[in-house]
C-alpha cells in the first residue's frame, strides 16, 4: 500500500504545527548543555529535564504498540529506548539527540539560545533543530504511516544526552541494548544538514575528525622580549613551525599524503548535481568585505568541504590580547587543532600521524635552535632520511602485507623524506 502523498503532507503539517511545535518550544528553554559544556548536567537536571519532557511527549502518541523507556546506565547521561513493532522481521533504527550545544554569540536582536522566538515559519532557540526536533520527526514518521494503514518494519528509536560531547555515552547504550536494538538494515541518523527547505536532503558522507591540543613550551615564566627575543626560541614561531609539516600554509592543504582519500566517483556526480543550490551556501558565509572561498568552482569548495581534510585552529592559549599591554616573550603557546578527514580514512590512523609528525619535530626544532644549513649538512641530512627511508622499506618487505599497503607505506614515507628535505633546506 503506499502513501497518499497529500494526505500525508496534511498530517505532518498539522501534527507539526498543533502536536510538536508547542513541546519543541517547551524544549528551547531547557539549557539541555551537552555535559562537556556543563560538567555538573547532573546536578543541575537540565538533561533529565528534557529526556522527560520528550519521554512524557512520545508516551501520548497514537502508535500502535509503542514501548518508551528511559535507560540509565550507572554515571552516564540517560538514554530513550523507544521500540515500535512492525510486519516482518526487519529492524529499522532511528537515531537523535536532546543534549544542546552551548550558548554561544551572535544571536540576532530579540534572539537568545534559551528564548523560543517564532518569526514566519521558523522557530529560533538552542535544540530545535539540533537535534530536538529528532524525536518528534521519527515519532511523527511512525505515526503518519500507521494512520493510514501503511505496513512498516520494526523501527526502534535511539535519543541519546551526550551527542554533542562527542557521544562517550552511546557505545555503552547500544552494547547493553544490542540484543533489544536487533540488527538494523537501516540507520536513520536524525541529525545533520540541509541546504535548502525546497529539496528532501540526505547526508551520504561526513568527515571525520580528530582533534587535538598542541603545546611548545620554552620557558618557565615569561621574559621581556627585549632580553630575551633572539636569544630563547619564540613559542609562537615553533608552532607555526610544527603547523606547517601538517599543513601548506600557503594553499591550506594537508601535506600528510594518507590522509588524503580517493573520492568516489558516484559522490563527483553527486556533488556536481547539487553544487548549484550549495553554491549558494557558501557565497552566504559571513566572509568580510573582499573575503572570498578558497575555491571558485562551487564543486572544488564542496568537495574541499566533504572529501578533503582540513585543519582549523579553534583555540589558543599563551597569548595575551593584542591590545594589552607589556612586551612579554611567551614562555607557552598553544592551539587547539580541528583536523577534518575524508569519510574513508580512520581517525585513529591519522591520530597516529599526527603523533609521529609531532614526535619527529620535536627534535628538530623544540629546544635547540637550528643553524643554517651548509652545503656539507644538507648532504648529510639528505642521506640520513635515505638511510632510513630505506630501513623502513626493508621492514615493510619483510612483513606478509600486500603490495598495495607497502606503495601506501613508502608513499607515506616519500612524503615524510620529502618534508624533511624541505624543512633542512
Ligand atoms: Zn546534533
Not at 540576532?108 to 528564548?115: A, D, K, M, Q, V
Request: charged share 25%; proline share 6%.
Amino acid at each position: 500500500m503506499a502513501l497518499d502523498v497529500s494526505r500525508t503532507l496534511a498530517f505532518a503539517q498539522k501534527t507539526w504545527d498543533e502536536e510538536i511545535l508547542p513541546t519543541l518550544t517547551e524544549y528551547v528553554r531547557i539549557p539541555a548543555k551537552s555535559p562537556m559544556f556543563d560538567p555538573d548536567w547532573k546536578a543541575h537536571g537540565h538533561l533529565d529535564r528534557a529526556v522527560a519532557m520528550i519521554e512524557q511527549w512520545s508516551r501520548a502518541r497514537a502508535i500502535e504498540g509503542l514501548r518508551v523507556e528511559v535507560v540509565r546506565l550507572e554515571g552516564r547521561t540517560p538514554l530513550i529506548f523507544m521500540e515500535v513493532p512492525g510486519r516482518g522481521d526487519d529492524t529499522v533504527l532511528l537515531y537523535g539527540h536532546c543534549d544542546k550545544q552551548p550558548e554561544m554569540v551572535g544571536w540576532g536582536e530579540g534572539l537568545g539560545p534559551w528564548t523560543p522566538v517564532r518569526r514566519g515559519d521558523k522557530l529560533y532557540g538552542r535544540g530545535a533543530a539540533d537535534d530536538g526536533y529528532a524525536a518528534f520527526a521519527a515519532l511523527a514518521s511512525i505515526q503518519a504511516l500507521q494512520a493510514p494503514g501503511v505496513p512498516h518494519a520494526r523501527c526502534v528509536v535511539l535519543i541519546e544526552a551526550c551527542e554533542e560531547s562527542g557521544s562517550y555515552d552511546l557505545p555503552h547504550y547500544v552494547n547493553a541494548l544490542a540484543a533489544r536494538i536487533g540488527t538494523p538494515s537501516l540507520v536513520v541518523c536524525l541529525d545533520s544538514g540541509c541546504s535548502d527547505y525546497e529539496h528532501l536532503w540526505t547526508t551520504t558522507s561526513l568527515r571525520g575528525i580528530v582533534n587535538g591540543v598542541l603545546t611548545v613550551e620554552v620557558l618557565t615564566e615569561g621574559v621581556h622580549s627585549g632580553v630575551a627575543s633572539g636569544i630563547v626560541p619564540s613559542s609562537f614561531r615553533i608552532l607555526r613551525a610544527l603547523l606547517s609539516r601538517l599543513e601548506d600554509e600557503r594553499t591550506g592543504e594537508i601535506l600528510l599524503r594518507d590522509l588524503h582519500a580517493d573520492i568516489p566517483r558516484e559522490r563527483v556526480e553527486q556533488a556536481r548535481a547539487v553544487s548549484g543550490v550549495l553554491s549558494k551556501r557558501i557565497t552566504q558565509l559571513p566572509f568580510v568585505p573582499g573575503g572570498r572561498p578558497m575555491h571558485d568552482d562551487p564543486l572544488d569548495a564542496l568537495l574541499a568541504g566533504t572529501w578533503r581534510p582540513a585543519l582549523s585552529i579553534t583555540g589558543a592559549a599563551g597569548l595575551p590580547s593584542p591590545t594589552d599591554g607589556g612586551n612579554v616573550l611567551r614562555p607557552m603557546t598553544a592551539a587547539k587543532l580541528s583536523l577534518r578527514l575524508p569519510p574513508t580514512v580512520s581517525s585513529a590512523h591519522a591520530a597516529k600521524r599526527l603523533k609521529e609528525t609531532r614526535r619527529r619535530t620535536a627534535c628538530a626544532c623544540g629546544s635547540r635552535r637550528r643553524r643554517p644549513a651548509t652545503a656539507g649538512t644538507r648532504r648529510r641530512r639528505r642521506r640520513g632520511s635515505r638511510r632510513r627511508c630505506a630501513a623502513r622499506r626493508r621492514t615493510i618487505s619483510a612483513g606478509p602485507r600486500c603490495r598495495r599497503a607497502r606503495a601506501a607505506r613508502s608513499r607515506s614515507w616519500r612524503c615524510w623524506a620529502r618534508a624533511i628535505r624541505r624543512r633542512s633546506s
